[in-house]
């Protein structure tokens, strides 16, 4: 394998809390601190397993942690590791092309209290099939993503699961128009979720949304909690082919669009309209069969 590859590599809860410089857990925390430290230990130790195999294979990589994501020129790479959990493989995955992908679940437990890594395919379980990459003993699965504009300047990232429109704070009512064209509605509700094939799994699901196959051209939305005052709305829920688009037009301030669930707010008013679809750039997941 002649591919430079990158591993990417979660900041784990411990060093989040200990970065931030908050004080120590008080004493009914203990079983919290106690948790850290255990996922703390386990990553290390997988991604060092991890990192003992790339170095006996002779493999070229470098190596960040996805706090550094934006430092990282993603075009030097013909193959992404990721070791963490859900987390760190959508933040690669929102930055890379064409590259091939790997998800690494470091601090799996086989119970609810580790990462849910519903996006990984590789933990402490099968750790050594990663081998396989060197002998391109694999096959890719193409996995949809969304785009979004406001007021039609793209915004750089694409999302992975999906795209949260409506107010920033969601315990709020979110006052949104939304087209499909032809036609249109005008929503009080929790705000808009839009998704991909591997996203309609998880929140879009959770919200009521129907599940669909991801290797399927097209993509959802639902409402989240309408309030239906005197007629009952047209529609709180659609599948859209690829060719469709969904535009919002949100009805007061202080609205954000969410990529995947992250931190970073892309900010709307009133002033403001905002696009989204199924991406053309799908991206290459890893497969071992």
């Known amino acids: 394998m002649e591919k430079k590859i990158l591993l990417v590599e979660k900041v784990t809860k411990l060093e989040y809390h200990q970065a931030k410089g908050e004080p120590r857990f008080k004493r009914r925390h203990e079983e919290r601190m106690i948790k850290l430290l255990r ?4 990553h290390n130790e997988f991604t060092g397993k991890l990192v003992e195999i790339l170095d006996n294979s002779g493999a070229d990589y470098d190596r960040y942690r996805v706090d550094r994501i934006k430092d990282i020129d993603f075009t030097r790479y013909g193959m992404i590791i990721t070791s963490g959990g859900d987390g760190t493989f959508l933040k690669a995955a929102e930055k890379i092309n064409c590259q091939a992908i790997v998800g690494m679940n470091s601090t799996y437990t086989g ?3 580790g990462s849910a890594g519903g996006l990984t395919i590789i933990d402490k379980r099968n750790l050594y099939e990663i081998k396989k990459i060197f002998t391109e003993d694999y096959r890719i699965e193409k996995w949809g993503r969304l785009y979004a504009s406001i007021n039609d300047k793209i915004i750089d990232d694409l999302a992975v699961n999906d795209i949260y429109a409506g ?3 969601s315990y709020k009512s979110s006052y949104l128009e939304v087209i499909i064209e032809p036609e249109s509605e005008a929503f009080v509700s929790s705000g808009a979720v839009i998704s991909t094939g591997m996203g309609s799994h998880a929140w879009f699901r959770s919200a009521g949304g129907t599940q669909f196959r991801n290797e399927l051209d097209v993509f959802g939305i639902i409402i989240r909690e309408a309030f239906e005052k005197r007629e009952k ?8 082919s690829s060719k469709e688009k969904v535009v919002i037009y949100p009805e007061r301030d202080d609205y954000v669009v969410v990529f995947d669930s992250k931190d970073e707010e892309h900010p709307v008013t009133t002033e403001d309209y905002v696009t989204i679809g199924l991406s053309d750039k799908s991206i290459n997941v890893v497969r071992f069969d």
């Open 39 to 42: 996922d703390h230990n386990h």
């Open 111 to 113: 119970s609810n209290e």
């Open 167 to 169: 107010h920033s704070k």
């Open 233 to 240: 709305y047209k529609f709180t829920s659609r599948i859209l």
